[in-house]
């Protein structure tokens, strides 16, 4: 079994800290740069970040990336939903499909109760606390 995040959600959750740290608009290029990534990427990696509303994005001259929110406002399963999409809970980790809670797989219990779990801790550790803890 694996769990793993996508590349670009690490790379989003440090873009928020180092908007955090600087306290202002940091141009695209400036927060590439810090990010170690390019500035053609950058954009793909922020447009969910501004779609959630957490980020401002300014065109032009003078403009840039802000954050408008606290961390402490964004809990870790947010920052995954806004990057990777809706966390899947419906499907039977053994046989593919919907767990079908009449016959349930030999995991069904196991399973959604590690889940349940895993996703309340993701739901109530906020991005300030991850970035503190870690």
Known sequence: MRLELAGKTDLA???????????????????????DTTHLYLPQVMRPLVQQSWVTSTPGPGGGYELVVG???????????AM?????????????GTCDTS??????????????ALLHELSTTSLADATRKG
């Open 103 to 116: 016959d349930p797989c030999a995991l069904h219990d196991a399973w959604t109760s590690a889940r349940d």
């Open 13 to 35: 959750l440090r873009a928020l800290v180092a908007l955090k740290a600087s306290g202002e608009r940091t141009a695209g290029p400036d927060l590439a740069e810090a990010l």
């Open 84 to 96: 990777e999409g809706r966390t899947d809970s419906d499907t039977c980790v053994l046989k593919g």
């Open 71 to 81: 961390l402490g406002s964004v809990s870790v399963l947010e920052l995954i939903e």
